[in-house]
């Protein structure tokens, strides 16, 4: 079934590196996207990856994605306090855009 | 320019109570969805619209119904409030065709948090 898994929890030093990974089950999904949820707000689009890449940069974001063993990461080099979200994993699968959105991944910053 | 907007942003209701959840964007976009969001778990999809007059189910549809009336708006109703629709409600769109370099890219609204007691 469709199903997109990703850790809850991750906590990092501010200037650090940070990891957020995912796995999906569809192999035939098209793009996977990483979307960005700040404190009561709705969730914004950070960046996303077309099924044929093996990585994406953009900025202080890099994505990788291993098709073979159906895994996406989100890498944001030297993080900062703003970064704290949730950031949640979603693979897009047949029409409509229908999106299989992760539950999401809190990533908290401390100094 | 709005957007995407919600309205209520906060209500809480009595089990039976009906009511209705209203979606706004500004954007002329063509698809609009509605999705639930839990604790521990992702977006779920509850209903989609690809145009003005038209809806279809998505993952967790029971329980709710919605209307598209006129392209910007899409609403979404509960007739018999549950506890287990307690829920922070999300809006999305997307214009129709492949957006940004090919990708289908949402525009959220910053969501409803439906209490049911």
């Known amino acids: 079934g469709e199903d997109v898994e990703q850790s809850l929890f991750l906590s990092v030093r501010e200037g650090d590196s940070s990891v957020i990974n995912c796995t999906y089950t569809d192999s035939s999904s098209t793009y996977l996207y990483w979307y960005k949820q700040e404190p009561g707000a709705g969730l914004q689009l950070l960046t996303y990856?077309?099924?044929?890449?093996d990585m994406k940069q953009d900025q202080r974001l890099t994505v990788l994605l291993n098709k073979k063993d159906k895994h996406l990461s989100l890498r944001i080099a030297d993080t900062q306090t703003g970064d704290s979200a949730i950031y949640f994993c979603?693979?897009?699968?047949?029409?409509?855009?229908?999106?299989?959105f992760g539950a999401g991944t809190r990533l908290a910053v401390h100094p | 320019n709005a957007g995407v907007t919600q309205t209520p942003k906060f209500r809480v209701l009595k089990t039976g109570q009906s009511m209705t959840l209203l979606c706004a964007q500004d954007?002329?976009?063509?698809?609009m969805y509605w999705y639930r969001q839990d604790p521990g778990m992702g977006l779920r999809l509850i209903h989609y619209s690809v145009g003005e007059g038209t809806t279809a189910k998505g993952e967790v549809p029971d329980g709710y119904n919605v209307s598209r009336l006129k392209k910007q708006n899409f609403l979404l109703g509960l007739e018999s409030a549950a506890p287990s629709q307690t829920s922070v409600y999300f809006c999305a769109s997307r214009p129709y065709g492949q957006g940004i370099a090919g990708a289908n890219v949402l525009t959220f609204g910053a969501g409803s948090r439906l209490t049911v007691l």
């Open positions: 990856i077309f099924s044929n890449m």
């Open positions: 954007m002329n976009h063509e698809y």
């Open positions: 979603a693979e897009s699968i047949g029409g409509y855009n229908k999106l299989i």
